[in-house]
């Protein structure tokens, strides 16, 4: 093969290469806590590829919040000290990495804008969120209960097409007791589930779907007064 055409057919796979994304940084809920207490970004890391990823965190302000205000990435279960902008971690393939920015305006008006950006270092592919959170006057701050959040109930299902199992992360929910229950097409009934839950917070269940061939099934989530259904693909 001549030179030019072995450089050619380089250029080809880089271009190739480049055009394919290998993670994605995806927002999954925005909320002000209790009474003003905080405010959270949450988003969500996947990968994508058939890789472990060495991925970058990088926090990035357009706008200088006010001192008194103070703001931290978490991570999973690692959240970082306001002053450290910059995150570095592995991430296997199909998995996911739970991401949130918390911002504590402490009763101090003002603007603060981020951008936080997820970069693949391998590749150097690129993913941005931008935030901007304005902090004003409370006016009524005698209120007898906290006001209910601004969105409750949210159930993910990731990695999603999956070829072996899946997990799903129920989130913000009633406390009280949940039936999951995994269909088939045909309305036949797979498994059933139960989780007692004493907490609004994060609940995770991982559902393992080996024994069942490609095609798409159904999980529905009901407890609280409300129902959920989600659909799930399998390929193998």
Not at 182 to 187: A, R, S, T, V
Request: glycine fraction near 6%; include cysteine.
């Amino acid at each position: 093969m001549s030179t030019l055409k072995r450089m050619t057919l380089f250029f080809l796979l880089i271009v190739a290469g480049m055009g394919q994304s290998r993670f994605s940084f995806i927002h999954q809920d925005t909320s002000v806590t209790g009474l003003h207490e905080y405010y959270q970004y949450e988003a969500w890391i996947y990968n994508t590829s058939t890789d472990t990823l060495q991925l970058t965190t990088n926090r990035l302000y357009r706008t200088t919040p006010p001192a008194e205000w103070s703001a931290s990435m978490c991570i999973e279960i690692v959240c970082l000290p306001p002053f450290i902008d910059v995150y570095d971690f592995s991430l296997s393939p199909g998995d996911s990495a739970w991401f949130a920015l918390d911002i504590y305006p402490f009763e101090v008006e003002g603007t603060g804008e981020w951008s936080i950006e997820v970069i693949d270092s391998t590749t150097m592919e690129a993913d941005t969120a931008d935030i901007a959170y304005t902090f004003g006057a409370i006016g009524v701050v005698d209120e007898p209960e906290a006001p209910a959040p601004r969105e409750f109930g949210v159930v993910q299902v990731f990695p999603n097409p999956t070829n072996a199992a899946f997990n799903t992360i129920l989130h913000k929910m009633t406390p009280g007791r949940y039936e999951l229950t995994l269909f088939d097409l045909n309305g036949r009934t797979l498994e059933t589930r139960w989780l007692e839950m004493k907490t609004s917070g994060r609940h995770l269940l991982s559902w393992n779907v080996d024994r069942y061939t490609s095609g798409s099934y159904v999980l529905r989530i009901e407890g609280g007064g409300s129902v959920w259904v989600k659909r799930v693909t399998i390929i193998k």
